[in-house]
């Protein structure tokens, strides 16, 4: 989601599906996954903002966090290095991880209690 509004605008919100991969084999030969979790970042303060490939599956290879400039500024260069779907970058002042939240492999929040 991306919004021109808010304390701290430009921000966009994306919301990834993450998990341990183990180094165990299941009886059809993947790799077993375990540890799902959903984890929500918000962008504030995007300077510049490139994306491509927008799909009904985005898929990353790489998510990567660097430190960059804007304006003189300090500032942050996150890539998104796509498998499928989704690419692209963009450059912020700050990062939140806003919320984590245990899921199962399709992504489905886990109930709580």
Do not use: K
């Amino acid at each position: 989601m991306l919004d021109r509004r808010g304390d701290h605008p430009p921000t966009g919100e994306m919301l990834v599906h993450a998990w341990r991969m183990t180094d165990q084999v299941d009886d059809r030969g993947y790799y077993v996954r375990n540890t799902h979790t959903l984890v929500r970042f918000v962008f504030e303060g995007i300077a510049n903002i490139e994306l491509s490939e927008f799909n009904h599956q985005n898929v990353l290879f790489d998510l990567e966090i660097a430190p960059d400039t804007t304006d003189s500024c300090p500032a942050f260069r996150v890539t998104l290095d796509s498998s499928y779907g989704l690419g692209g970058s963009l450059v912020c002042w700050r990062i939140v991880i806003a919320d984590v939240t245990p899921c199962d492999e399709h992504a489905h929040p886990l109930r709580q209690g």
